[in-house]
């Protein structure tokens, strides 16, 4: 069972191939960096479901924030960087600093303020590695949600028609609960 913060970080610091992956995105030395959303949540629902395999994500979110390099193409620079470490993790990299433009609001401050406007609480976490490879934490929307498996949109979202129609649709889309039956999916 999962209670708190420390639950969580201890199973993604047990796990040695989510370390592997938190070593190789530590490894390019971005500027506020986090592996976020999926890689996170997934570990979570799978742990709270007894599931034995991990569940495949579709991809793995790194993210960071760096105001001076905002070109998608450093972005793919680092994506091939983490591949030629990993190859079969289908990686993501974005420079919150920019994502504001493509999202069509108003700039974040870091990266954790863009991952607290994330669609999901449950999928508003990070994680990262000190320089001792311990495992770093966080959760903007807190972490109850997510382990007590309730889909629900952030603050954010919640704050207009238009983004809880995104929040809708992406919920129907992502199928969450056909993987993780014991979720429950709000409803407003």
């Known amino acids: 069972m999962l209670r708190n913060e420390d639950d969580v970080i201890k199973i993604i610091s047990e796990d040695d191939r989510m370390m592997e992956i938190l070593r190789a995105a530590k490894s390019l030395q971005l500027p506020d960096w986090w592996?976020?959303?999926?890689?996170?949540?997934?570990k979570i629902w799978d742990t709270l479901h007894g599931f034995t395999e991990r569940t495949n994500t579709p991809d793995v979110d790194v993210i960071y924030f760096d105001k001076e390099k905002i070109e998608e193409s450093t972005e793919k620079f680092f994506e091939a960087a983490l591949r030629s470490l990993i190859p079969d993790i289908p990686w993501s990299v974005k420079n919150e600093a920019r994502m504001h433009v493509v999202?069509?609001?108003?700039?974040?401050?870091?990266?954790?303020?863009?991952?607290?406007k994330f669609p999901e609480t449950a999928t508003a976490l990070g994680v990262k590695i000190d320089d001792k490879e311990n495992v770093i934490l966080t959760a903007p929307c807190g972490i109850e949600d997510v382990i007590n498996m309730v889909l629900k949109p952030t603050r954010f979202f919640a704050e207009t028609k238009e983004r809880i129609v995104i929040f809708e649709k992406r919920i129907g889309k992502k199928n969450w609960k056909s993987i993780w039956p014991m979720i429950r999916v709000y409803r407003g």
């Open 35 to 42: 592996i976020c959303a999926g890689f996170v949540r997934s």
């Open 103 to 116: 999202n069509n609001i108003l700039p974040y401050t870091s990266a954790v303020d863009a991952i607290s």
